[in-house]
T-cell receptor, first 110, second 115 residues
C-alpha cells in the first residue's frame, strides 16, 4: 500500500476559487514536504513542515501539518492559471529515502 | 549559483541495452539522490550518494548502479534495460550536514524510453 496517499488525484477549478489538497501518511511524519511539478519536469520545493500544528505560507499557498502528524493539507487561495501543475507531498519516512505521494494534478480554468 | 542539471534530456534505448544518465549537483551541495518517476506516479527513490559512497538504496535491482565523483556530480547506470524502465529519471542534490539538509533541489529530469 502507498505510504503517502494524496487526495484528490486531480482537481479542476475556476480561476479565483480556493482549493485544498490532502496528504495522509500511514506512519508518523517527522518532516513533510510539498513540491510542485510541471508535467515532465523536475520538482520545485514549496515548503517543509516539521512540527505538529505547524502552518507555513508561500504567496497564496498555505500548508498545515496536523497535531497527530499524520496528515497535511495544502490550501491555495484565489487560484490562478500559474498555480496549475502537479502537487506532490514527500516525507523522509525511512531516511535517507524520501517517499512521495502520487501527486494531485491541478487545472485552473481561466 | 548553478542549479541542478541533467543530461541527456531525452533518450530512446532498446530492451537489453545499457544507459548512463548524468547529473551535476547544485553548487555547494554534496549529496545526490536519484529517483524514477513513472507516468502518473510520484518519484520512487533509487539511491543516494554522499561523499562518493552509496548512502541508502530503494527497492531497485542491482542492475541500477551509480557513481558520485569528487566534484559531487553523479551518474546513474542501468544495465539490461527492460520496457518497465521507461520513465522520467530525476536527480536531486542537497547538502548533508547543514540545517537545510532536507531541502532537495531537483534537476529537470531525463526522459528514458525503452522500446
Amino acid at each position: 500500500s502507498q505510504e503517502l496517499e494524496q487526495s484528490p488525484q486531480s482537481l479542476i477549478v475556476q480561476e479565483g476559487k480556493n482549493l485544498t489538497i490532502n496528504c495522509t501518511s500511514s506512519k508518523t511524519l517527522y518532516g513533510l514536504y510539498w513540491y510542485k511539478q510541471k508535467y515532465g519536469e523536475g520538482l520545485i520545493f514549496l515548503m517543509m513542515l516539521q512540527k505538529g500544528g505547524e502552518e507555513k505560507s508561500h504567496e497564496k499557498i498555505t500548508a498545515k501539518l496536523d497535531e497527530k502528524k499524520q496528515q497535511s493539507s495544502l490550501h491555495i487561495t484565489a487560484s490562478q492559471p500559474s498555480h496549475a501543475g502537479i502537487y506532490l507531498c514527500g516525507a523522509d519516512i525511512s531516511a535517507p529515502k524520501s517517499t512521495f505521494g502520487d501527486g494531485t494534478t491541478l487545472t485552473v480554468k481561466p | 549559483e548553478t542549479g541542478v542539471t541533467q543530461s541527456p534530456t531525452h533518450l530512446i534505448k532498446t530492451r537489453g541495452q545499457q544507459v548512463t544518465l548524468r547529473c551535476s549537483s547544485q553548487s555547494g551541495h554534496n549529496t545526490v539522490s536519484w529517483y524514477q518517476q513513472a507516468l502518473g506516479q510520484g518519484p520512487q527513490f533509487i539511491f543516494q550518494y554522499y561523499r562518493e559512497e552509496e548512502n541508502g538504496r530503494g527497492n531497485f535491482p542491482p542492475r541500477f548502479s551509480g557513481l558520485q565523483f569528487p566534484n559531487y556530480s553523479s551518474e546513474l547506470n542501468v544495465n539490461a534495460l527492460e520496457l518497465d524502465d521507461s520513465a522520467l529519471y530525476l536527480c536531486a542534490s542537497s547538502r548533508t550536514d547543514s540545517e537545510t539538509a532536507y531541502e532537495q533541489y531537483f534537476g529537470p529530469g531525463t526522459r528514458l524510453t525503452v522500446t
